[in-house]
């Protein structure tokens, strides 16, 4: 059938505002055009992330219910241990509020002045981890993944030579490699088991560890299932623990393939990584068998990752998130080829070229599609990476099992209107920026 259906029914409801144009004028001027300072309720379909924006399954909820919150060795931890253990397969488990107090205690412990950690693509908060201590974040993802309009299967795989070459050159300087699974900052690509068979063979060479960064672990296994020759009569299951046993641990994001609204982890098989990580989580996040979440939270994490590796719901993942790219595609919107798992990319400066790269486009066509129709949509370029930016894009990031097929449709429709008014929308500088993380709370003027 060529119907895309949501492989779940809708029992709950939560109503959105419709505003008009002059209503969103006034909240953009009011947020001085950064969508991350707008109020939820004057945004009528929100693609800004689909970190912790996704809904629940019923099971989920029932495992909210039987949340154990004692402070101590509750049994919410226990079963959560048991399926990040089950899963992933790494022995140490160690609870955090979300991914990026993973990977600030990963950081902490394994990076410092001088140390290089090389990656596929650090994405914004690893990469300010990483510099926050010291060290370099090292991007070295394939160059063809600098070509938007390409089509390969695999566009967020590690260069392996640009790899090998780093770390023969000082293996000392390299505490760990990385790869994230998919590479968001690269347009929600994913990295072929190939690929992360050679990142192990040659960082194993020198005796570096491999750490993922598994926020999108699933929709990477699908793809490889799906995309790769020899992986199609294997489950995602499978495929899943295959994978992290090329690996010695990861962090997580629980908001994104854990199907929950907050949490995440930090895995490993290093002892005496994790006996430092738990005393750093004691001062900082909480005990080791809560870590800053409350038992329910624990429990809705266990449940949604057995429930993000059902094939019928990855199936729909992907080909809903296709359907979004393929019709801007032929209708003739710049977008980043092919689909990935969690979001389309648009491409900022294709779409406008009479933007320089200076004056933000994708900041400028986020916030033109915000002002038309009320979508929130992320820049994924210049204001976020700058100087480390290779692509200018606008992330159309799907919430988990949120929105129907009708809502794509208007996002679609939108977006055309929007592409053929184009030569209108003007660029942006900016007029106040923090130090780190600038795209969260810089303020913008229009030029």
Not at 263 to 270: E, K, M, P, R
Request: proline share 4%.
């Amino acid at each position: 059938m060529k119907t895309i259906i949501e492989p779940f029914r809708i029992k709950v409801v939560e109503p959105v505002r419709q505003t008009t144009q002059e209503e969103r004028e006034a909240a953009l001027r009011r947020a001085s055009f950064n969508l991350f300072q707008l109020a939820a309720e004057d945004v009528l379909i929100d693609l800004l992330t689909d970190s912790g924006t996704g809904a629940m399954s019923q099971e989920q909820w029932a495992g909210v219910m039987r949340g154990d919150e004692s402070y101590a060795g509750s049994r919410s931890f226990q079963r959560f241990q048991a399926k990040v253990q089950e899963i992933f397969g790494y022995e140490h488990v160690i609870p955090t509020h979300q991914g990026r107090a993973a990977e600030r205690i990963l950081f902490s412990i394994v990076g410092g002045a001088g140390k290089i950690i090389p990656n596929n693509t650090h994405f914004d908060t690893t990469r300010a981890n990483i510099e926050y201590g010291g060290g370099t974040a090292r991007d070295l993802v394939r160059a063809e993944a600098r070509d938007p309009t390409l089509e390969l299967p695999f566009k967020g795989d590690v260069d392996l030579a640009r790899l090998a070459e780093l770390v023969e050159a000082d293996p000392r300087r390299v505490p760990i490699g990385m790869v994230t699974i998919t590479n968001n900052a690269g347009g929600g690509q994913p990295v072929s088991f190939d690929n992360v068979r050679g990142v192990r063979a040659i960082l194993e060479a020198h005796a570096i560890p491999l750490y993922f960064d598994a926020c999108r672990f699933a929709e990477n296994c699908w793809f490889i299932k799906t995309r790769e020759p020899g992986f199609a009569e294997r489950s995602v299951r499978e495929i899943a623990r295959a994978l992290f046993a090329l690996g010695d641990g990861c962090t997580m994001s629980a908001k994104k393939d854990g199907l929950a609204n907050i949490g995440g982890f930090l895995a490993t098989n290093d002892a005496r990584l994790a006996a430092e990580a738990r005393n750093i989580l004691i001062l900082t996040e909480g005990f080791p068998t809560y870590g800053g979440l409350a038992g329910r939270d624990l429990e809705a994490i266990a449940q949604g990752l057995d429930e993000v590796l059902d094939e019928d719901y990855l199936r729909y993942r992907a080909v809903s998130t296709a359907y979004l790219c393929d019709h801007l595609h032929a209708e003739g919107v710049p977008v980043l080829r092919p689909a990935g798992g969690h979001a389309v990319y648009l491409d900022a400066a294709r779409f406008l070229p009479h933007v320089p790269k200076a004056q933000f486009p994708g900041q400028a066509l986020a916030c033109a599609l915000y002002r038309h129709a009320g979508i929130r949509a992320c820049e994924i370029g210049g204001v976020m990476f700058g100087e480390h930016a290779q692509l200018e894009l606008v992330r159309l990031a799907i919430p988990r099992r949120v929105y129907t097929q009708s809502h794509i449709d208007y996002v679609v429709e939108a977006i055309l209107e929007v592409f053929a008014a184009r030569e209108r929308i003007g660029g942006l500088r900016i007029v106040e920026e923090p130090p780190r993380l600038r795209h969260f709370t810089c303020k913008f003027e229009e030029l």
